[in-house]
């Protein structure tokens, strides 16, 4: 079965500073790995997404993730936190058993960025 | 493209109540997805369409729950009996494709209370 897990509930990072969110995952087939933000009161707007092309994925509003299958991991960083970046960030996984297709999920960080 | 809308955005209904939800997907999209999040984590898989037909349920799922996507365009999620656990935002995305790379588009969601 599919996993993935994130690392840290919470995280808090000065304005300006490096952001680093942890997700590591689980799979015996190659996976399908996205992230995901939630603003307050709003749904989730896919961030970016990795499809077994470049391992290192630019996404939106300048943050990226590096596949590393060495370490199963899938971190999100942004080298420069703004204030509209505090939100919840979840990392998910394509189930690739079946068709269906849907998306597992980990518990999400929630990310708070400080003045 | 007007992106997935929900409706409602929030219901509060007492315990023993029927209510019901309605996703109008991006057009032309064949997947739609029903997720529940509970408060601190992440979504959750409840059920899936390809066009009209319910391929998947989650164990989830109870029997008072019931979905619908009537010619393969608009979703309804029904759940009879309200219980005070079912309090929950309900998601729903949808998507095109079928490789497991598609991104799956969210709405609002709907958010429920039960009294």
């Known amino acids: 079965a599919q996993s993935v897990t994130q690392l840290g509930s919470h995280v808090s990072v000065s304005e300006g500073a490096l952001v680093l969110l942890r997700c590591n995952y689980s799979?015996?087939?190659?996976?399908?790995l996205f992230w995901y933000v939630q603003y307050p009161n709003q749904g989730l707007q896919l961030l970016l997404k990795?499809?077994?092309?470049a391992t290192l994925v630019k996404g939106i509003n300048g943050f990226e993730a590096e596949f590393k299958k060495s370490e199963t991991s899938f971190h999100l960083t942004k080298p420069s936190a703004h204030m509209s970046d505090a939100a919840e960030y979840f990392c998910?996984?394509?189930?690739?058993?079946?068709?269906?297709?849907?998306?597992?999920w980990g518990l999400g960080t929630s990310l708070a960025v400080n003045p | 493209d007007t992106g997935v809308s929900q409706d409602p955005r929030h219901k509060i209904t007492k315990r023993g109540q029927n209510v019901t939800f309605r996703c109008d997907p991006i057009?032309?999209?064949?997947?739609l997805y029903w997720y529940r999040q509970t408060l601190g984590q992440g979504p959750e898989f409840l059920t899936y369409?390809?066009?009209?037909?319910?391929?998947?349920k989650s164990r989830l799922l109870s029997d008072r729950f019931s979905a619908e996507r009537p010619k393969g365009s608009f979703s309804t999620l029904e759940i009879q009996r309200t219980e005070q656990g079912d309090s929950a935002m309900y998601l729903c995305?949808?998507?095109?494709?079928?490789?497991?790379?598609?991104?799956?588009?969210f709405g609002p969601g709907t958010r429920l209370l039960v009294l």
């Open positions: 995305a949808s998507s095109y494709g079928l490789a497991g790379t598609e991104t799956q588009y």
């Open positions: 057009s032309e999209h064949n997947r």
């Open positions: 369409f390809q066009n009209e037909a319910q391929l998947e």
């Open positions: 799979s015996s087939v190659p996976p399908y």
């Open positions: 990795y499809t077994s092309a």
């Open positions: 998910a996984v394509s189930d690739m058993a079946g068709n269906n297709r849907k998306l597992i």
